[in-house]
């Protein structure tokens, strides 16, 4: 069952609250569903970008539709997209601005298993304030503005309709934590960070499918200290903010967004469930 009106242009950021806005962006992740699991079935050949990480047909097909759609509902909204980031298209934030993550987990992709997302989410002043995740293989979309929620979602099926979707809350960190680790990117300050904490079990997930798992209370802790970028980070970032939990830099502040002098790189951070728990691990709120 999907929902029987979907958002169609003119969209207004500026009368919408956060909850549509995020409506909004998850009907344009979903949008890309399909053209990201033709080239997921059939393979693909791929290619490296200038900096040597890989991109696929499915990358740029995501990213196209994405824009697209947001441009024709949206026309004055700037976009931050990674593709089009990394063959050379100016970059240009604002106070806000949509930043596009059209295939987060490429290695995961190339890997085949299933762990690989579609990302949009809107920046304001730095914050991510409303968010889309959807995981196309796994039929699961994660989308949050003021509030958090997660549905089955079949790829082609459009939306869901509100009483398929749950919301989501993050949990109160138990003695014993789960931690989240990267599948495909870890390393020795990670291990290092992990093993000074009281974990009773670790777990491995793909791209920022560990966000969602933190929103959805099935995790406590994920701490990130290779190189990702703004477009990594946001969608899920903005989900697991509007289920209560935390993103934060190793100064204790709360990660942040449109850095243009780094060239939209993120530093290492530690993302949280439980905020009080991440203040008695040295954490502010």
Not at 14 to 28: G, N, V
Not at 132 to 146: K, M, N, S, T
Not at 249 to 269: C, H, M, S
């Amino acid at each position: 069952m999907s929902s029987s009106s979907p958002i169609a242009g003119p969209f207004d950021f500026d009368r919408s609250s956060r909850d549509e806005i995020a409506l909004f962006l998850a009907e344009a992740v979903m949008a890309a569903g399909p053209a990201v699991m033709d080239v997921y079935m059939r393979g693909d050949d791929v290619r490296a970008k200038s900096d040597g990480s890989p991109v696929t047909l499915a990358d740029l097909h995501a990213e196209r539709v994405i824009c697209d759609r947001i441009s024709r509902a949206a026309p004055r909204a700037p976009i931050v997209a990674e593709e089009a980031a990394a063959t050379g298209h100016r970059v240009t934030v604002a106070e806000r601005f949509l930043l596009v993550d059209p295939l987060d987990g490429t290695r995961e992709f190339i890997a085949r298993n299933g762990e690989f997302t579609i990302n949009v989410a809107l920046i304001e002043r730095g914050r991510p304030v409303a968010g889309a995740v959807y995981a196309p293989a796994l039929a699961r979309l994660w989308f949050g503005g003021d509030q958090a929620f997660v549905c089955d979602a079949p790829v082609g099926d459009g939306l869901p309709a509100a009483l398929l979707r749950r919301r989501i809350r993050v949990r109160q960190a138990p003695a014993a934590l789960i931690a989240l680790a990267s599948r495909s990117h870890c390393d020795a300050k990670t291990e290092a960070f992990l093993e000074a904490l009281p974990i009773a079990e670790r777990r491995s997930r793909g791209s920022s499918l560990k966000f969602c798992m933190i929103s959805e209370g099935l995790a406590d802790v994920y701490p990130r200290f290779g190189p990702t970028m703004e477009w990594d980070t946001a969608a899920g970032d903005a989900v697991l903010r509007a289920a209560g939990g935390v993103v934060f830099d190793l100064t204790g502040a709360p990660l942040v967004y449109g850095k243009i002098g780094g060239d939209l790189r993120n530093g290492p951070f530690v993302a949280w469930g439980d905020a009080a728990a991440a203040r008695r691990f040295g954490f502010r709120s």
